[in-house]
C-alpha cells in the first residue's frame, strides 16, 4: 500500500511562492506518475501537474507559466514550485502518483489572500 504525505502549505499573498512536497512510502514497484491534484471551495478536483519516471510533464493551462513540477526518483518524491500565486489558486493540494493503482494523499491547503 502506497502512502504519500504532503507538505509545504500555508497562507502566502498574493504574487508570493510556496512549495509543497509529496514523499510517497510502502511502493513495492515503480511510479510511473507523480503529481498534484486540487479542489478549491465549491469547485471540482483538477490536475494541477504531472510528471512521469522519465520526467515528462503536463500542466493545467492557467498555472504552466507559474508553477514547476519535479520529481526525485530516487526519494520517492514530488516537488511542485508555485510562483506568482493568486487567490483563484486557493485549494487543497492532494499528490498523486500510480503504481498500476492510484494513491492519493490526505492534501494540504494552500490559501492565497492579503
Known amino acids: 500500500q502506497v502512502q504519500l504525505a504532503e507538505s509545504g502549505g500555508g497562507l502566502v499573498q498574493p504574487g508570493g511562492s510556496l512549495r509543497l512536497s509529496c514523499a510517497a512510502s510502502?511502493?513495492?514497484?515503480?511510479?510511473?506518475?507523480m503529481g498534484w491534484f486540487r479542489q478549491g471551495p465549491g469547485k471540482e478536483r483538477e490536475l494541477v501537474a504531472i510528471i512521469t519516471y522519465g520526467g515528462t510533464t503536463n500542466y493545467l493551462h492557467s498555472v504552466k507559466d507559474r508553477f514547476t513540477i519535479s520529481r526525485d526518483n530516487a526519494k520517492n518524491t514530488v516537488y511542485l514550485q508555485m510562483n506568482s500565486l493568486k487567490p483563484e489558486d486557493t485549494a487543497v493540494y492532494l499528490c498523486y502518483a500510480n503504481e498500476g493503482s492510484p494513491y492519493w494523499g490526505k492534501g494540504t491547503l494552500v490559501t492565497v489572500s492579503s
Open positions: 510502502g511502493s513495492r514497484f515503480r511510479l510511473n506518475a
